[in-house]
């Protein structure tokens, strides 16, 4: 399997939000990439430069970070011709990285734009590079600059960065230096191309918690409702664990919060997150793992505090 780490370059609407596309908000004007073997060694490179059909214009924010004049991109690609360039670069055998985890996506919302999503099959298993290398090298696992990690690694800067194909190279610098039990063993998964039905539903296990992908329903309430949606089950054993505090959601953060007790492994706490599709459908992200005493603590706190606000406004309705 090839190691394929790319990086995009996007324009958007250069008169604002309001006369965006709602289909396109983000099109792709450079795609750049690196193909490594197994072993992490840099065997070959791909770069197009893609001529909008969207945006006739470069945003003066997008113009100012990655240096591209619009007369640059009149010379580019059709997205269709270049995407089908790319894939086949790509060989029939291979795994994305990114630094970061929008790039995935917006390949496919831009695929998907001139029919092409066919091409690729979600949901996406991909590895986020960003994600791998605060893994590895921050106490905290937190999310560094891609400029800030070369620098930290003392990898020499001999591109400029925000270009599509060298940031590339440069994710795979990184990448060279993050241990293959840590890429191994924390994958991400895009879920733009959400599952449709029970039997493409994804259920992703790791070393201390799950991540569960739902099939569609027409509405959130709906998806509330499901028995596999709401079940609580270990993460470590994958035994069922009884649920201590009933799934209730975070006004703030829309997220819906659960804790359960494994009699082996303790406490789990799990999070719902309900996704909307493009085609006004729902489905839920719903993650397990395992806390200590302090995390369930703040969980129960949010808790009360949450029905204490009901109480109170109930009995201001009341008045």
């Not at 990439?33 to 945006?55: E, G, T, W």
């Not at 991109?73 to 994305?96: I, M, N, S």
């Not at 241990?179 to 493409?200: A, F, M």
């Not at 470590?236 to 009699?263: D, E, G, T």
Request: with cysteine; glycine share 4%.
């Amino acid at each position: 399997m090839n190691y394929i780490v790319f990086d995009l370059e996007w324009n958007q609407s250069p008169d604002g939000k309001k006369f965006e596309n709602a289909r396109l908000p983000f099109e792709i004007i450079e795609i750049g990439a690196v193909k490594l073997d197994k072993d992490k060694n840099i065997i070959d490179s791909f770069q197009r430069l893609i001529k909008p059909q969207v945006y006739n214009w470069i945003h003066d924010s997008i113009h100012e970070v990655i240096h591209v004049d619009y007369k640059d991109l009149t010379d580019g690609l059709p997205f269709p011709l270049a995407v089908r360039e790319f894939l086949q670069w790509c060989g029939k055998d291979y795994a994305f990285f990114t630094w970061g985890n929008q790039d995935v996506m917006e390949l496919q919302r831009n695929m998907k734009y001139y029919n092409m999503l066919s091409l690729i099959k979600g949901p996406v298993t991909y590895y986020d590079v960003q994600k791998l290398y605060g893994i590895c090298y921050e106490e905290d696992g937190e999310r560094r600059a891609l400029e800030t990690a070369v620098q930290q690694l003392k990898i020499k800067s001999q591109m400029e960065f925000h270009r599509a194909v060298a940031d590339a190279y440069y994710t795979a610098y990184v990448l060279q230096y993050i241990d293959d039990n840590c890429i191994r063993q924390n994958p991400s998964l895009d879920v733009y191309q959400n599952p449709k039905s029970r039997k493409e539903e994804v259920h992703m296990e790791y070393s201390m918690w799950n991540k569960y992908v739902s099939r569609e329903f027409f509405s959130r309430e709906r998806v509330m409702k499901d028995r596999e949606v709401l079940s609580t089950c270990c993460p470590v054993c994958h035994c069922p664990a009884r649920r201590k505090v009933r799934w209730f959601m975070n006004n703030n953060s829309k997220v819906y919060y659960c804790l359960a007790i494994c009699q082996e492994h303790g406490t789990i706490e799990g999070k719902i997150r309900i996704r909307r599709t493009e085609e006004d459908k729902y489905f839920a992200v719903k993650t397990l793992y395992r806390v200590g005493t302090e995390e369930a603590e703040k969980i129960r706190e949010k808790r009360d505090s949450l029905r204490l606000k009901r109480q109170l406004k109930r009995k201001q309705e009341v008045r």
